[in-house]
Every structure is written in C-alpha cells, then in structure tokens.
C-alpha cells in the first residue's frame, strides 16, 4: 500500500513538473498534442558537430539503386548504336563517314530552317525523328554565303550553270535536262547555302561571321544582328541578375516599408473594387437591367450586364475586405516577426555571399542528371536495327494523297522514280524491337525515369540541407557575425553528404513515389481520355488533384525535415516528426510569415522579371537608342521572341536567387521556434534572436555580471 501512495506521489510530481515546463516555455497544453517543447540543452550552440551517419539502410539501397543507373546506362550504349549520336545519317538512312560516305564526314541540311518548324501531319506521325529537309553526306561544310540568282530562274537557264555539285544529291548530273525549278522542287540541290561550321558532324551556320548584306532570306535575320541579339540578351540577364542581388541585399533596409506599402496596395485595390462594384450595380439599378431579362447563355459577357453581378461582386469584396482588416488587427504582432525574420534573412545573406552562388553547384548536378538521362534514354531507344518508311513532305501533290507513312521500304533499292508520287522519300522511321535487350527496353526506360527522378530530387535535397545547415549556423551564433564559422556552407555541404546521405535520399525517394505515381495517372488519362465517361474523367481528375496536394505537402514537409537534419543530425523520420510538430505548435505564425514571403518574393520577382521585360522591350524595339555600338539593338523581325527569351531567363535569375532567400528565412524561422522554447532569457539561457525580435515579442536577456548583453 505504501509503495502504490509512493508511486502515485511520483507521477503526480511529474505531471506538476510537466505542466510547469509547458507554462513556463510559453506553450498553452492543447498545444502538447503536438509534442513536446523543446527543452534546453547547456551543449547546443548550433548544428551540433559530433553526429553520426543516418539512414543506413537506405543510403545503401540508394547506392545500390545508382550503380544499376550506371549498368542500364553500359548496357545502352553496348546495345544501342552510338553512332546515332555521334554520327549524322544523311536522307536515305546511311551514316556520313562510313563506307561509301568515308570521305564525307558531315551532314548538310538544305533547309535547316525546317528542322525546327516542321509541323506537317506526316513529321508528326514519324514523331520528329527525322529532319524535313533533304539531308546530304558532304566532305566539308559550306565556307561561303550562296543564294540562287533570279536569272537561274529564266527558261533558258542551265542548272549546271548555277548550282555547286558538291552540295547536291549524288544522283545530280550537271548536264540534266531537267529546269531549275524542277530540280528545287525535287530537293536535289539547295537553293542557298550558309557559311557553316561543323558541330558534332552537323552543318550548323557560323554565328561568328558576319552576314553579307545581300544575302537574305525570307522572314530571317542575318547572323551579324543574331549575334548582336545574343550579346543583348546576355547584357539584360546580367542586369537581372544584379537587380535580383540588390534587391535581397537591401530587404534588411526596405522589408518592413514594402511589406506595409503592399499590405496597403491590396487593401486599396479592393477598396476600389467595391467602390467599382457599387457603382455598376447604381447605373444598372436605374437602367432597370436585371437576371429575369436574361436567358441562359454562354456568353458570360451578358452577366456583367445585370445588377445582380455587380451586387454578389460588391458583397463577396466587402467580405474580403473586412478578413483582410481584421487579419491586420489580430496578427500585426505576428506580421511584424515575419517582417523582422525577413531582415534577419537578408543579413544572414549578406554574410554568407557565397551561398547566393551555391544553387550554381545544385544547377550543375541537376543539369548533369538530366544529360545521363536524355543520353541512357537516347541510347536505349536507337538500341536495335533501323526501319524506313516510305513519306512525302508535299502531300498535297498529285498521287501523294494516300501516303500514310507506314509502307517499309529499304532505302539501298527505293526509287521514287517507279512511284506515282514523284516527292517520295525513304527515311529512318525507328528502331526493331524485337530480340531478348530490344523486348525489355520499355522497362529500363522505367527504370531511367525513376532513376533520373531519384537522382533530381536528391541533389535538390542536398542543396537544401547544405544551405540550411550554413544558415543556422548563422542563427545560432551568440555575438554575430564573430562568433559565424569561416566557410560555413562547405562545411555544410561536407556534413550532409558524409552523415545523411541517406536520410536525403529517404526524402528523395518518398516525393519520386508520389511523382512516378503522377506520371502513370497522366500516362492513364491520355491513354483513355477517348473511352472515359464522365464518371471515369472525374475520378482521374480526383486522384490527379489529390496526389498533386500530396506532392506538394511532401515537399513542404522534407523541406522542414532537411532543415532539422542540418541542425540536429538525426533520421529522417524523426526529424519530419519533429519539424511539423513544431510547426503546428506555432501554425498561426506558419501561415503568417509564409504567405508575408511568398507575397514578399512575388513582389521581387515581379520587379526583377517585369523591369527587365520592360526594359528589353523598349531596347529591341528601338524605342531606346544608345550610340555605343556594344549596345546597339538589331534590327528584329520578330522582337517577342529576344524579349521572351529574356522574360524567361531573368525569371530563372531570379528564381535562383530568391530560393536561397527562402530557405534562408524558413531555417532562420524553425531556429527562432527552438530558440523560443530552448531558452527564457537568462544567463543560463540567453535567447539567440536579434534584438529586433526581442523587442516585438517583449523579451530581453539578462545582463552578466560584467553588465554585458546580447
């Protein structure tokens, strides 16, 4: 009996004990359901050094996993035919450089304009495998620009008289009867040819010199002002990249002024639109224009004709306003953390440059993965004997109708010549199947999709963690920037492949299920989309939209994990565990600052990319003119597609740079969460956080005995 009111005794200490952790850490109890606060620890001082290796088994199953990547890809390049790669074919199929073509290494295209826009029924149906242009064996590329004269166009014009033999079908004959349009019709000479260097055997025009002004082509630009539009594209990704720099560096300065001043915008904004939304539903009330004077009509125009639109706008806005206002009422206190974090961010930032430039390192990775994979995947499908197929590029021909594009035919004994069509062509259609390699081809492309999928996000999960690690190194930092490790984001790097490489690559593997699980459902839906009922579509639709949620909560949660990997060096699953049950203790400020961030990003992007697109589009279409000859813009036929190109990269800028500003403030945030529950302030447990974040939250930490303070 004693020992039960002893035991008894014991655990209601406990509990007493453990309630009193909990008020005083800060934490209401129905927040314990989501674990317990983190308690201190005299040791912590940042990412704790001395960890071991996490995830074993998997890191073995990953290392086991790529090294079958690299057998499939010896297996592809034994079976499949690396010339395919590396040597060019000419029109009927035979490499360049091999047996009759031994003394004509190179390939030229007649029209390589067609190569990129040939949209023709029958290049769709040969799935863009072969160029539609004639393509040739020649012994060296053209060194001069060429264009057929007008006076080759006379009846009395001789082709032998104008067109250059070496440049044409083997089959040309000079002394042909033919005209010169038959013989252009017919694609047997060229009607141009363009100086040319070789690159991997292909004929490809030399952009390093300049265009003869007489030499013009239709809807083209010459190759002086392609290089000009090269050198203005690169000096306007530049001035991106220098805003985008700029632009994070002084967000410690500017946060809190943008933040508020597009707070403000968006309640302007709507504002005006319930103003708006008043007065349209005013002037339609007096016109007596309402719903019963309207039948059913797709024309959604004719809604916004009637009082009633206007009304159920006017009423949804003023709810959306009042939200918005009484968000600023209740979470300002929080509103103003995010926006302290931001500036802690950019600090953070501004003492780790080298991090700005470490995605360059990840791009690389990422770029190497998806190389291995277009060449494994490239090599198994020319892994087999070629087949040709009987075609015509001019259907509309006579005869040349019914050409289906599936008649074989061997291009060592075709002749157009026996045909009715006379625009016939034999031409590498795909490769054979058949044999044990060439049946299990479907499957090692499986296998180098899910191995290409693995692989990116293990490097995206690498650069995550690496970058988290460097940043809360910062954090955790007592007297900064002192007390910052020299060359934290190599030291990072070094602790997340040598401890965790297979706690990255658990996270990795989880989001490539979802991923592979999404491409079989889109490989489904277009497979079936024309024998679905309504039903079916719904369902495929339901499964796509929830696995689409699902893929991105894994991202959002391996994010947080590799964050707590990079600080406390334990398993993946726990440390998910134990980022999300930290998150959900504190979820208001979660929503708060994320979307203050992504508002914040958005606003960043949209500067960098929109001033940049402004400024590309006064510069390419001469509205800006510069007398220095280095930024002199080219005279463009087509302006979107420079200024596109332009649009496009500087968002990659951008992108890159704000996703090491992200992290930054998602580790900087996980760090300030444990600092709030690790610590109280005293001089046993001082706070880590900048006094900035103290002082919106009314703490401070005791001065020492030397009257010192953080």
Known sequence: ???????????????????????????????????????????????????????????????????????????????????????????????????????????????????????????????????????????????????????????????????????????????????????????????????????LNRCLPDVASPMPSNFTLDGSNSTNETTQLVKNATQALVIAMIVSLLFLLLLRFTAAVMIWVLILALITVVAYGIWHCYWEYSSLNENGATINDVSFTTDLSVYFRVKETWLAFFIILIIVEVIILLVLLFLRKRILIAIALIKEASKAVGHMMSSLFFPIFTFTLLLICILYWGVTALYLATSGAPLYRVVTLNSSAPNCNNISGEVPCDPMKFNSSNEGCQYLKCIFYKYNEEGLFQRNVFNLQIYNIIGFLWCMNFVIALGQCTLAGAFASYYWAFNKPGDIPFFAVSASFMRAIRYHTGSLAFGALILTIVQVIRIILEYLDHKLKDSQNAVTKFLFCCLKCCFWCLEKFIKWLNRNAYIMIAIYGKNFCVSAKNAFSLLMRNIVRVVVLDKVVDLLLLFGKLLVVGGVGVLSFFFFTGRIQIDDPFFRAPTLHYYWIPILTVLLGSYMIAQGFFSVYSMCVDTLFLCFLEDLERNDGSIQKPYYMSKSLMKILNKKNEMTKQGKKK
């Not at 940042?46 to 996993?65: A, E, Q, Y």
């Not at 450089?97 to 290494?105: L, T, V």
């Open 1 to 199: 009996m004693g020992e039960l009111v002893y035991y008894r005794a014991q655990v209601f200490r406990a509990e007493v004990r453990s309630y009193e952790m909990g008020q005083k850490s800060g934490l209401p109890q129905e927040k314990q359901q989501h674990g317990e606060a983190a308690s201190f620890d005299p040791s912590f001082n940042g990412p704790i050094k001395n960890r071991s290796c996490t995830d074993i088994i998997c890191c073995f199953l990953f290392m086991v996993f790529v090294l079958g990547y690299i057998i499939v890809g010896i297996l592809a390049w034994l079976y499949g035919d690396p010339r395919e790669v590396i040597y060019p074919r000419n029109s009927t199929g035979m490499y360049c450089g091999f047996g009759a073509n031994q003394a004509k290494p190179f390939v030229f295209y007649f029209d390589l304009l067609k190569c990129a826009a040939g949209t023709s029924i029958m290049a769709a149906a040969l799935n863009g495998l072969q160029c539609p242009t004639t393509q040739i064996c020649v012994a060296k590329c053209p060194d001069t620009y060429w264009i057929l004269p007008l006076e080759a166009y006379l009846p009395s014009a001789k082709p032998g008289d104008f067109f250059h033999k070496e440049y044409c079908q083997p089959s040309y004959d000079p002394r042909t009867t033919m005209t010169v349009e038959e013989v252009l019709r017919k694609e047997i000479c060229p009607r141009f040819t363009i100086k040319s260097s070789p690159f």
